[in-house]
């Protein structure tokens, strides 16, 4: 299987053209289904299943399930941010160092897992309440140089949360070859 294919077997974002509020509400509930879906998905794993990879030289399924938990603890901060500042420029993180910490590396899934649980239900009720022009607010990324508005950033982590469940399910799938 091809490396990109690999690291990205949904494929990248694609922001579309008209963000329609359909749409909107499709990717809210794919973010609101993620913690019931990743804990099925994950609750019979072994020790040593969890450090399967789903990529040679990719993360284990242990530090995905941690990342998931970090990043969509940033997502949440930078949703709050944009909606109490005036376009923020957000602060990044390196998500490869973080994954590489020894709470990503050793602690249990549980931990993160309610995290993404708990983090989830509070996200998701925030997002159900947004009007038009909240979903206008924008914050600036300075990895990027632009600018994101909150309903571009809906579908960013609907795509994240799909993006991440498949690496697991792709790291089951290759039984542990890529570790």
């Known amino acids: 299987m091809e490396l990109e294919n690999l690291k990205y077997p949904i494929g990248k974002f694609e922001k579309p053209s008209v963000i329609t509020s359909e749409q909107i509400k499709e990717w809210i509930n794919e973010i609101a289904l993620l913690p019931s879906r990743l804990t099925k998905l994950v609750e019979n794993l072994s020790s040593e299943e969890l450090l399967w990879q789903y990529r040679p030289g990719g993360w284990n399924i242990r530090q995905v399930i941690h990342h ?14 944009s909606l109490t500042e005036d376009t923020p420029t957000i602060k990044p993180y390196l998500e490869g160092k973080w994954a590489n910490t020894a709470d990503a590396k050793e602690a249990p899934i549980e931990d993160s897992l309610k995290i993404i649980e708990g983090l989830h239900s509070r996200w998701i009720y925030l997002l159900k309440t947004l009007n038009s022009e909240d979903l206008k607010c924008e914050f600036i990324h300075p990895e990027h140089g632009k600018h994101f508005s909150l309903a571009e950033y809906i579908g ?23 570790s």
């Not at 998931?68 to 941010?81: P, T, V």
């Not at 994240?160 to 690496?167: E, I, K, L």
């Open 68 to 81: 998931c938990a970090d990043s969509h603890m940033n997502g949440l901060i930078r949703f709050k941010l």
């Open 156 to 178: 960013n982590y609907a795509w994240h949360s799909n993006h991440h469940f498949t690496h697991i399910k792709q790291a089951i799938s290759h039984k542990g070859n890529f």
